[in-house]
């Protein structure tokens, strides 16, 4: 039977107190660095999270993010730049080459022609490029005319949504 710890000879344990007090300050030490690995998870949510901050480009690939730049234009009226340069990306997404005369004229008719309903900002030489391309529609028909319309879109637009009050509270939502 059991008689208890006093039946122990003293080395024992203070052998045991030693033991325990390791394995305390092991298991605490573990913890405390699941703790930090959450932590640190967490951080690098933030930062994903935020990298559209630090690129156009990840703007356009971050859905949550690209539907607050799009309700900034709105409110600036120059929505027209971010849906002409969706359709175009759509548009060369198309897999079915009868389908391109069609999805080319309507881009044309809605963004291109003058004083169409949706007109973006394109000087008279990338006009006149993209209607020739036209001719014969291919999913590359309207490469310069979207790339005129990124960089507008990239220099002008992206920096003023950066400076805005929606983004700086989407950014603090985001990051608390």
Not at 18 to 30: A, D, P, V
């Amino acid at each position: 039977m059991c008689r208890g710890l006093e039946s122990l000879p003293s080395a024992c344990l203070e052998r045991a107190k030693e033991l325990k007090s390791r394995l305390g300050s092991l298991l605490h030490k573990k913890q405390m660095g699941l703790i930090g690995q959450k932590a640190d998870m967490q951080r690098q949510i933030v930062v994903a999270s935020l990298r559209w901050k630090e690129s156009f480009q990840e703007l356009l690939q971050d859905k949550q993010i690209l539907h607050a730049f799009q309700a900034f234009l709105m409110s600036e009226y120059s929505e027209e730049n971010l849906a002409f340069y969706l359709a175009c990306e759509d548009y060369t997404t198309t897999q079915s080459p009868s389908k391109l005369p069609a999805k080319a004229k309507k881009i044309y008719d809605e963004f291109i022609i003058c004083d169409a309903p949706r007109e973006v900002n394109l000087d008279h030489e990338t006009k006149t490029i993209t209607v020739k391309n036209l001719e014969n529609p291919n999913t590359s028909c309207f490469d310069l005319a979207r790339s005129k319309i990124y960089s507008l879109m990239e220099k002008d637009c992206y920096p003023r949504f950066l400076k805005s009050v929606a983004c700086q509270e989407l950014s603090r939502q985001l990051a608390g």
